[in-house]
């Protein structure tokens, strides 16, 4: 199993818009059939941070993911709208284990 916690800095002017892509590309994420998690969460204390948390079975779903509609899709509709690019950092699960 693989986790990547994504980082995302958002302009201000598109926090609304940022928060609707990235749910549309969580609904379809969690219908891939190598997701375990698709998380979506906003800094409390500055609600232009966002962290992605999305769980695969393997880093080939992981990278599967990456060709999917949806996540192009999202890439490309949100990349104007962050401060800098996200950045990804990869994590094995020590547990739970699935």
């Known amino acids: ?23 549309e590309n969580h609904h379809n994420s969690l219908k ?10 906003q800094n409390a204390e500055n609600p232009q941070l966002f962290t992605l948390y999305e769980a ?14 949806h996540y192009k899709k999202w890439r490309d509709t949100v990349s104007e ?9 990869l994590h094995n699960i020590i547990a739970p284990l699935f």
């Open 1 to 23: 199993m693989i986790v990547t916690i994504v980082s995302v800095h958002v302009k201000k002017e598109h926090l609304e818009d940022f928060i609707q892509a990235s749910i």
């Open 32 to 41: 891939e059939p190598g997701n375990l998690r698709f998380d979506i969460l």
């Open 56 to 69: 695969y079975i393997s880093k080939e779903a992981a990278a599967v993911h990456k060709e999917t509609g």
């Open 81 to 89: 709208w962050m401060v800098e690019p996200r950045k990804g950092v």
